[in-house]
């Protein structure tokens, strides 16, 4: 990104579920790609006729190449996605996949170790709206001291997690995805399509959890209008110069207040370089 007539891509990386990013495609903002999943989906809007959008209609194509990467035996399998080239139409009213047709059901080292994972009791497999990932939810919040690491003992009980596989944690949750997927290497494929001359030094971000670490640590900056992870907090704690908090408790500046302020200073960045 940069000043001087360069241009600046932006782009949301979300954990979200696909369906769910869907829904709130027409009250987010106006972005080059839309990613869900951790990254395991990557998006954009499809141009109308006259170079812009079509009104309030936001129409998304998938990245092929990705999804291709991501459809891999070894990573999340080729089921549980729409047909190549589909179309998702999203207005205010709802979406709809322009080439629908039935979906081979979800396959893969991923989907593997989630039927492992649901064959042991008290475990329940959130995948719905996913192709490319899988939650599980803990009853107590694991974003407490320690519950990070505690949350996935009890998961795991003593079973390794499969090579090729990763996960991370999200708002009280454990996200299971391909390690060739994740908010890092989204980024790092997003910057290179985008064409960012200096990598990772090219790159800054927004992000508050643990799931983002890899994604943060990667960028130049990492702006954070909050902190919601344990792991998220000592890496902010142990590099100041990376990790820049936005918000101040004891000043009332949280939630969209620090978020405006992280935007701020990432726009002084952008118009810098």
């Known amino acids: 990104h940069g000043g001087g007539g360069r241009r600046t891509a932006f782009v949301l990386v979300s954990g979200m579920r696909t369906t769910t990013m869907l829904d709130r495609i027409p009250y987010l903002p106006r972005a080059d ?5 951790g990254g395991g989906r990557i998006f954009y809007p499809r141009p109308s006729a006259d170079g812009g959008h079509d009104g309030e209609a936001v129409t998304l194509v998938e990245d092929a190449e990705w ?5 891999a035996a070894g990573a999340a399998g080729p089921g549980g996605h729409d047909p190549d080239g589909a179309a998702y139409v999203c207005t205010r009213g709802g979406w709809s996949v322009e080439r629908e047709e039935a979906r081979s059901p979800a396959s893969g080292a991923l989907w593997e170790f989630a039927q492992t994972l649901a064959g042991r009791r008290g475990i329940a497999i959130d995948d719905r709206g996913y192709a490319t990932m899988f939650r599980i939810k803990s009853k107590k919040s694991s974003n407490t001291k320690g519950g990070e690491e505690n949350f996935m003992e009890s998961i795991l009980k003593g079973l390794s997690v499969p090579e090729g596989i990763s996960y991370s944690t999200n708002l009280g ?5 391909p390690s060739v997927s994740g908010k890092k290497n989204c980024c790092i494929y997003l910057a290179q399509k985008f064409g960012a001359r200096n990598g990772p030094a090219s790159c800054v971000c927004l992000c508050d959890d643990d799931n983002d670490l890899e994604m943060a640590r990667w960028c130049r900056t990492a702006y954070l209008p909050s902190i919601t992870s344990d792991s998220m907090e000592a890496a902010a704690a142990a590099d100041p110069r990376q990790f820049v908090p936005t918000f101040d408790d004891a000043a009332g500046l949280t939630g969209c207040r620090a978020t405006e302020r992280a935007l701020e200073m990432l726009l002084k960045q952008v118009v810098g370089q």
């Open 33 to 37: 790609a839309y990613c869900s999943e």
């Open 67 to 71: 999804r291709r990467r991501l459809s």
């Open 173 to 177: 949750c454990v996200d299971f995805y």
